[in-house]
């Protein structure tokens, strides 16, 4: 026409989810190969990810304070109904005094560039195993204070997710 565009339309195609990697971990499918090969994969993407001084002050150290505040104000509903008072104490604690703790190495890590444009929300079902590669979807692109992290919170957020498949 000859007007602007009002929408734009994406046609995607849809990844195997029998290839998605929660899903061959829920059959006891995934060697320790294929973990290895994502290890590297992520270990390149974070190698060539983003890095300046506003991505490290967007997602460096006040956005970790945020980040997990927030986490805990929007938790504070479920309060002694999905979690113990006492455990959620604990872990509120705990959180906050890691943070206390550990100021001077977060400040370290941005100074070294360690928070970079990352994916944000990395867990087994964003991986997919297919045509002889590793595909990893999902990123968060709309808050960048999620997607500028530390790539070893990002690392740590993987690895938890996998962990939950072992127990």
């Known amino acids: ?14 990844l195997p989810p029998d290839a ?9 499918r ?13 270990a390149n993407f974070h190698r ?10 967007t997602g460096g150290i006040e956005a970790v304070i945020r980040n997990t505040q927030e986490n805990f104000a929007q938790t504070d509903k479920y309060f002694n109904i999905i979690i113990a008072p006492e455990t959620y104490r604990r872990i509120k604690t705990y959180t906050e005094d890691f943070i206390k703790t550990n100021t001077p190495l977060f ?8 928070v970079r444009d990352c994916h944000g929300d990395l ?8 045509n002889n590669g590793i595909c990893i979807s999902d990123c968060i692109e709309f808050i960048d204070r999620l997607r ?12 938890m997710d996998l962990d939950n498949y072992v127990r």
């Not at 867990?123 to 297919?130: E, G, L, M, Q």
Request: glycine letters at 6%; aromatic letters at 6%.
């Open 107 to 114: 400040h370290k890590r941005m100074a070294e560039g360690r």
């Open 123 to 130: 867990h087994a079902a964003h991986i997919c195993f297919y």
């Open 1 to 14: 026409g000859k007007g602007g565009a009002e929408e734009y339309a994406v046609k995607m195609r849809r």
């Open 20 to 28: 998605m990697m929660d899903a061959l971990l829920a059959r006891n």
């Open 148 to 159: 500028y992290t530390d790539v070893a919170a990002e690392v740590a957020f993987l690895a």
């Open 48 to 57: 060539r990810a983003a890095t300046s001084e506003e991505i490290s002050n």
């Open 30 to 42: 995934v060697t320790s190969r294929m973990v290895a090969d994502v290890a590297k994969t992520v």
